[in-house]
């Protein structure tokens, strides 16, 4: 585990989670389950087959990673990594599929602070950019997402910005 302790706040601890540590994966499948549980995650719990799955999963997947926040020893945010490859730059890239900051914990800058983490990681891996998906109606996020340096994109005006779409299986 790498810590990052901003100068302000010692009592805050931005990590790499140990996927085989106990209390990171036990902070990983508590955080997750309360995204789940609010409007921005659909508002269900996640299946216990899921959280008895999620880390040892995640654990086998090459490049995954999990940036944790951490207030006075307890789990306050995370974000779940995925290596990706970007074809037009013949690059890797991160893709950041989960953020998450307990709504006890906003305000505290902890989703700015967990981006540098993931950038930091993404640099050391020689990574081309950073890509994350966001819903249309989470304007707070949008706001940290932006205030990162993030933005919509688009290849040519003509075409229009891209979308994020699923088929579930």
Known sequence: MSDFIPSENRTQRIIIADYYNVIDSSAIV???DQYAQDKMGGGVSLPDSVKTALVPAMANVPGAFTVLALIEGKPAGLINCFMGFSTFKAKPLINIH?????????????SQLMLEKVEAVARERGCCKLTLEVLQGNKIAQNAY??????????DPEMGGASFWQKAL
Do not use: A, N, Q
């Open 30 to 32: 508590e955080l997750m």
């Open 98 to 110: 989960d953020v998450i900051v307990l709504s006890e914990y906003r305000g505290r800058k902890l």
């Open 146 to 155: 932006l205030k990162f340096g993030f933005s919509g994109y688009e290849l």
